[in-house]
């Protein structure tokens, strides 16, 4: 089976337009939307693979191979991309530029998302080490999430869609938010980046994880408010939800997330309702273990 191969958008315009196909004419082929083409022209969207596939036979048909399209897979662009946004989540900065620089290669310069990228991550060295404001950093974030969509208003909670790098710049305003004690403001974006995971169906890993840090970091704001409260609510909303999705695989993860969220939390902050999670997802632990006989490695 073809592997999707990127770094291909203006090559596929310069085939498309040797072989005589104007947008129209590739989108009948592929049964899709001249729209859709122009997209993936502009390098502002990827092919599916079912897409990229049928598009594929249809090329080599008319004398451009397969590997006339580059030389990097959609795992390999996949990967480097979710490194780079993790790093920028939560590594160092020499771990922001190592990633960034395997990530940029692949790319062609003129692709949108390869600006995207590589401004975000640029301003954010810069920001991490003082050299540029909060305020500058945070009007890069909004003018490099304009790029792909309008910016939602900051009290609208569910986002609804979003893209992995567009979740990224949400989140790292609403840190950067919280780091300048805009509390109100960093607990918006990080309830409606949960809460707009949350309803999303078939969460992958990046998305688990990054619906889980923002509930990591807005509990850790209610506690700095000294919210025990609302910290409460929160962690309850996520161990509840684990409980009445009991589909052993989805719940046994939601039980180790669940988990690790307080173990972090632990570090940071003196809390009696972090202690009593941790208690009450090792029991959980226990009762998976012997009554379901599921083995945990939590």
């Known amino acids: ?8 958008a203006h090559k596929l315009k310069q085939y498309r337009k040797a072989i005589g196909w104007t947008q129209s004419k590739l989108a009948d082929l592929l049964e899709t939307y001249p729209s859709t083409i122009s997209r993936w022209e502009v390098g502002k969207h990827v092919p599916k ?10 090329f080599e048909r008319n004398g451009y191979g ?13 990967y480097a991309k979710q490194s780079l946004l993790r790093t920028m989540r939560d590594g160092e ?5 190592k990633t960034r620089n395997i990530l940029l290669t692949m790319y062609e310069r003129d692709d949108i998302e390869w600006y995207q990228y590589r401004i975000i991550s640029e301003k954010l060295i810069l920001y991490r080490r003082k050299i ?12 490099i999430f304009e790029m792909q969509s309008g910016l939602p208003a900051l009290e609208r909670k569910d986002y609804a869609k979003r893209s992995q790098i567009e979740y990224s710049i949400l989140y790292l305003m ?34 688990k994880e990054h619906m889980m840090s923002a ?10 408010c000294h919210n025990s409260k609302k910290a409460n609510e929160l962690l309850n909303t996520v161990f509840m939800s684990g409980l009445d999705n009991f589909e052993m695989h989805s719940f046994v993860k939601g039980v180790e997330l669940l988990r690790n969220i307080c173990l972090k939390l632990e570090h940071e902050t003196e809390s009696d309702i972090i202690s009593e999670y941790i208690d009450a997802s090792g029991g959980l632990v226990d009762l998976l273990h012997y009554k379901y006989e599921v083995d945990m490695n939590i």
């Open 66 to 78: 397969y590997s006339e399209f580059g030389n990097v897979t959609l795992e390999d662009l996949i």
């Open 132 to 143: 540029i404001s909060s305020n500058e950093f945070l009007l890069t974030c909004e003018e």
């Open 93 to 97: 900065i020499t771990d922001i530029i």
């Open 215 to 224: 509930c990591l970091h807005a509990v850790k704001i209610h506690i700095a």
């Open 49 to 58: 693979k079912y897409l990229f596939h049928k598009m594929m036979l249809l």
């Open 174 to 207: 609403a840190e950067t938010y919280a780091e300048r004690d805009e509390y109100d403001v960093a607990l918006y974006i990080f309830d409606g980046i949960y809460n707009s995971l949350r309803k999303r169906q078939n969460n992958d890993g990046f998305y």
């Open 1 to 8: 089976m073809h592997k999707i191969r990127f770094g291909f």
